[in-house]
């Protein structure tokens, strides 16, 4: 029965996942779709801390915190924050799209033991995702301040969460397009109602100008006589 009841368990624990996933997509604020992500994945695998980050545009070699869990609490204060890759355990994900250490994490990266410290100094999981085209958009972690055993990886489980992710900044990036293409539009109409008006105004000067001219060559004739 042993295999049976591993199965149902794995099942359940996996159906559990999916709905911290679907939980975190139904945030009243979608500002706050990304801590709530991290939030989930924190409690999902059981971490002292989760994340989820953005490769700056234009600036592939650093990274900003979209959304941070520790200790089972969403840090806002964190959020924002801005990380260069160089020298850190992110580096190496960005390289080979997924990283797992199951201790160490803070010997192997010195330049970086202060903030491993505030998220787990021992284990590091993390992997890339990627917009349509297969360009890497940010990256979901999570790390711990206790070794992991060796061969429990929760590769596909964070694959999982950074799918959606994913999706989550491909939408928001698509909106602010929008509204940008939007505010351009109306800056348009704008000026094209300035020039509308301004040629009106000038029209109505000149008919002003035309009939002060008239006025003004006739009292001229007067003034000089026949």
Not at 85 to 101: D, I, K, N, Q, T
Not at 183 to 201: C, D, F, H, P, T
């Amino acid at each position: 029965y042993a295999p049976r009841v591993a199965a149902d368990l794995a099942q359940r624990r996996d159906a559990a996942h999916v709905h911290a996933i679907l939980a975190s997509s139904d945030a009243a604020d979608a500002s706050r779709t990304f801590s709530q992500l991290a939030a989930s994945l924190c409690a999902s695998l059981h971490t002292r801390s989760a994340l989820v980050s953005e490769l700056l545009p234009g600036e592939p070699r650093r990274f900003r915190v979209r959304g941070i869990s520790i200790g089972g609490e969403i840090r806002a204060d964190l959020e924002g924050h801005e990380i260069e890759l160089a020298g850190s355990p992110c580096e190496r994900v960005y390289e080979r799209g997924w990283m797992f250490h199951a201790r160490d994490v803070a010997r192997l990266y010195p330049a970086f033991v202060e903030t491993m410290n505030l998220l787990g100094r021992e284990a590091y999981f993390g992997v890339v995702f990627a917009d349509r085209e297969g360009r890497a958009l940010g990256h979901v972690a999570v790390a711990h301040d206790r070794p992991v055993r060796e061969g429990l990886s929760p590769q596909s489980l964070l694959r999982f969460f950074a799918l959606r992710a994913a999706a989550e900044l491909e939408r928001e990036r698509a909106t602010a397009l929008r509204l940008e293409g939007e505010r351009k539009e109306l800056v348009r109409q704008r000026m094209e109602s300035l020039g509308l008006l301004a040629g009106g105004i000038a029209h109505d000067f000149n008919n002003l100008l035309v009939g002060i001219l008239g006025n003004a060559s006739l009292a001229l004739v007067d003034a000089h006589g026949p």
